[in-house]
């Protein structure tokens, strides 16, 4: 078992209520001929995300605040966004090829 294997085997342990993503960059899954495509765990870690209200997921407090500063969201509706759950606490397996 590899090092990313075992940190989110760990992580999950841990962690149990916490929600498990699997994120990978739509450029390795592009092709739309309706086939599975393989990838390996690059990178695990436990942080905050937020789906925002477009397509794009922000992930880690400083991409999710650069992207609020974006679009004029202030301090204080962060922390409402905290509280009633829009920003979300997970643990992320990101995929590569």
């Known amino acids: 078992m590899n090092k990313n ?22 450029e390795l899954c592009l092709d739309d001929a309706c086939q599975y495509w393989m990838g390996r765990i690059s990178s695990v870690e436990k942080t905050i995300y937020w789906h925002g209200d ?15 500063e974006c679009q004029e969201i202030d301090e204080e509706e962060y922390a409402i966004m905290l509280k009633d759950g829009k920003i979300k606490e997970a643990i992320i397996a990101y995929i590569d090829a």
């Open 5 to 26: 294997t075992e940190k989110l085997l760990q992580l999950i342990k841990d962690n149990p209520e916490t929600e498990v993503l699997f994120m990978t960059n739509f």
């Open 54 to 68: 477009d397509e794009h997921v922000y992930i880690g407090e400083s991409e999710i605040k650069d992207e609020m």
